[in-house]
Structure formats: C-alpha cells, structure tokens
T-cell receptor
Framework: DAGVTQSPTHLIKTRGQQVTLRCSPKSGHDTVSWYQQALGQGPQFIFQYYEEEERQRGNFPDRFSGHQFPNYSSELNVNALLLGDSALYLC??????????????FGPGTRLTVL | KQEVTQIPAALSVPEGENLVLNCSFTDSAIYNLQWFRQDPGKGLTSLLLIQSSQREQTSGRLNASLDKSSGRSTLYIAASQPGDSATYLCAVYPDYGNNRLAFGKGNQVVVIP
C-alpha cells in the first residue's frame, strides 16, 4: 500500500517564476491538503481539495492555487515566486467522510528554494 | 484563531533519560490532537493520535496525554535513545470532521549518547 507521494523532491527557482508541485494521496483517500513549512516553523495550512474543488483555504495569497484530478491526485501552483516562498511544501491525504478518526497522512515533502 | 505553543523549543538529554515535551493551545474546543516526528528536511511521521473522547494514547515507549480543559498535551518518551533525536510537532484538529491542522513550531530534541 503506497503512502502519500510527492514530486519533485527538490526544486530551485528564481524570483518571478512559476512552479508546480505534485501529490498522490494514500490509496483509498479522496482529500488532499497542502501545507507550507518555513525553516524553523510549524506547517501552515494552504488549502484543501475534495471532489476537484477547493474546500478550505488558509491565509495565503491568490498566487497560490491548486487543482485536484479525478484520480484524487493534486497539484499546487505558485506564481510570481518570492524569496519568502522558499519552504518545505507538504501534502497530506485523508478521507472526506466525517468521522471521529479523520487522520491525515503526510508525504515526504518538496523542498522549494527561490533565488 | 487557534495558537499552538510547544515548550521547550529545543532540549538535549543524555541517553536513557525520559523526555517530556509540552504542547499548549489557546482554544480548548479542539477535537483530536496528534503528535508527529520530523527528521531534518523530511516529512512528518505520525506518532500518536488522541481522539476527542480519549485522554491518552500509548505506543511502545511513547505516551501522550490530553487535557482539553487546560489546553494542554504532553508527550512522554521513556528511556530516550540517540535515534529519538528529531523535531516533535503537536497539531490540533479544530472540530469534528475538520482536519485542517494547526501546528506548533515543534520541540527540537537531541539525545546525547
């Protein structure tokens, strides 16, 4: 049973460029959430996708956008990159159906460096 | 807005000592609470998930307690080993069925052989 996978592992971009990060959820999961973790900080919630729609969004500008595909995989897009976007981007998957045990499972992350 | 604080931010202990890591949250109306481990530059590994109706969870040398009324959780690691060196993150689930997590900044632990 494959866990959450993310690609690429590392990425280097320059200011102003655009980047796309990819995530495949754990088998059987239908919901994908994205988090940004700056160095020395805890992860911050960016947004969550279910049924190909954005369901929740954190305090991030519109430069951050996403997409979910029919196979539940997801992309995170960041436009007009800033130096401050350098971070570890984490993807988490879960089941949308509400339950008391609605645990999230995290991928290994994509390290984005903006120069 | 939910604020999650972890104290101490960093600590070093000799091998064999017990570790006590603290997490506090400002809004006690949380649902579940989860502890994660993170190795440098890596993703998050789930350690323990304490569900709303529970007060503690145990797995091997790890024990986590949850006191919602006081807004606190504690992670105990017994007989620490050098392999326990990592950052430990506490995260809260805001309400039933909502898994938008709010994280603390972590406890960075070094176990000295």
């Amino acid at each position: 049973d494959a866990g959450v996978t993310q690609s690429p592992t590392h990425l280097i971009k320059t200011r102003g460029q655009q980047v796309t990060l990819r995530c495949s959820p754990k088998s059987g999961h239908d919901t994908v959430s994205w988090y940004q973790q700056a160095l020395g900080q805890g992860p911050q919630f960016i947004f969550q996708y279910y049924e190909e729609e954005e369901r929740q969004r954190g305090n991030f500008p519109d430069r951050f956008s996403g997409h979910q595909f029919p196979n539940y995989s997801s992309e995170l897009n960041v436009n007009a990159l800033l130096l401050g976007d350098s971070a570890l981007y984490l993807c988490a998957s879960s089941l949308w159906v509400s339950s008391s045990y609605n645990e999230q499972f995290f991928g290994p992350g994509t390290r984005l460096t903006v120069l | 807005k939910q604020e999650v604080t972890q104290i101490p931010a960093a600590l070093s202990v000799p091998e064999g000592e017990n570790l006590v890591l603290n997490c506090s949250f400002t809004d006690s109306a949380i649902y579940n609470l989860q502890w994660f481990r993170q190795d440098p530059g890596k993703g998050l590994t789930s350690l323990l998930l304490i569900q709303s109706s529970q007060r503690e969870q145990t797995s091997g040398r790890l024990n986590a307690s949850l006191d919602k009324s006081s807004g606190r959780s504690t992670l105990y690691i017994a007989a620490s080993q050098p392999g326990d060196s990592a950052t430990y993150l506490c995260a809260v689930y805001p309400d039933y069925g909502n898994n938008r997590l709010a994280f603390g900044k972590g406890n960075q632990v070094v176990v000295i052989p």
